[in-house]
């Protein structure tokens, strides 16, 4: 082999390494950690779980903005890791800041930020933390024109709406008892012409005309007067 011949060759080995080693934006290999691209949709972590997201970026300064919405009160962290070091230190986490109260003065922000702009183009990686021991539904989404978002990967989580019971209490007809009335006592009671035998408050036979205003009709084998 020739000089010259030898040269090129290593040239060429030269580009082709350096090609290599170049960073792709935008390209979909495996991720770091099992990571899926962020989607700026809501997601579910379980108790005392960590996930991994992933952006890339175009490396032309400008400032990226990523926030978890809410996540001081739900008490959940994250940290932003660069494309080649994506299990070292993190480049920055996410932090509350102060903001104004309704009241004219100085309050803590709910919501997680950070913010942050290089010129190193690549796919970052964000690592997600749930400190609790209760599952939780998050948000954490992200706002720059030089961030490539891709769909999401992960089904839509199943609403469901609890409808309570109804219970109908049966109808329960009311019960009717009759009431008793014993017969007056059958009696043979004479009473002079125009005149019948009837009871009255007391109960006992009395004899009452016939045309009398307090005349009934006869009741238990007389007439009844009042």
């Given at each position: 082999m020739s000089k010259k011949t030898f040269l090129t060759a290593c040239v060429i080995g030269l580009l082709v390494l350096i090609a290599s080693e170049t960073p792709s934006v935008g390209a979909q290999g495996p991720l770091a950690h099992g990571a899926t691209y962020l989607d700026n949709q809501w997601h579910w972590i379980g108790p005392d779980a960590t996930v991994w997201y992933a952006f890339d970026y175009a490396g032309d300064r400008t400032v990226v903005m990523l926030t978890l919405t809410n996540g001081v009160q739900l008490g959940m962290l994250f940290s932003v890791y660069a494309p080649d070091k994506p299990s070292d230190q993190p480049i920055g986490r996410?932090?509350?800041?102060?903001?104004?109260?309704?009241?004219g003065g100085r309050c803590q922000s709910p919501d997680l930020v950070w913010k942050g702009g290089t010129s190193s183009p690549g796919t970052y990686?964000?690592?997600?933390?749930?400190?609790?021991?209760?599952?939780?539904?998050f948000l954490l989404w992200i706002t720059n024109g030089s961030v490539t978002l891709y769909p999401s990967t992960s089904a839509p989580a199943q609403t469901t709406i609890y409808t309570p019971p109804v219970y109908v209490q049966p109808y329960t007809p009311p019960v009717y008892t009759p009431q008793y009335y014993p017969p007056y006592?059958?009696?043979?009671?004479?009473?002079?012409p125009?005149?019948?035998?009837?009871?009255?408050?007391?109960?006992?036979?009395?004899?009452?005309?016939?045309y009398s205003p307090y005349y009934y009709p006869a009741q238990y084998g007389y007439p009844y007067y009042r």
């Open positions: 996410g932090t509350s800041s102060q903001v104004a109260c309704n009241d990686y964000v690592q997600v933390i749930n400190k609790t021991s209760v599952a939780k539904s006592p059958q009696q043979s009671y004479y009473c002079p125009g005149y019948y035998p009837g009871y009255r408050y007391s109960k006992s036979l009395t004899c009452y005309p016939y």
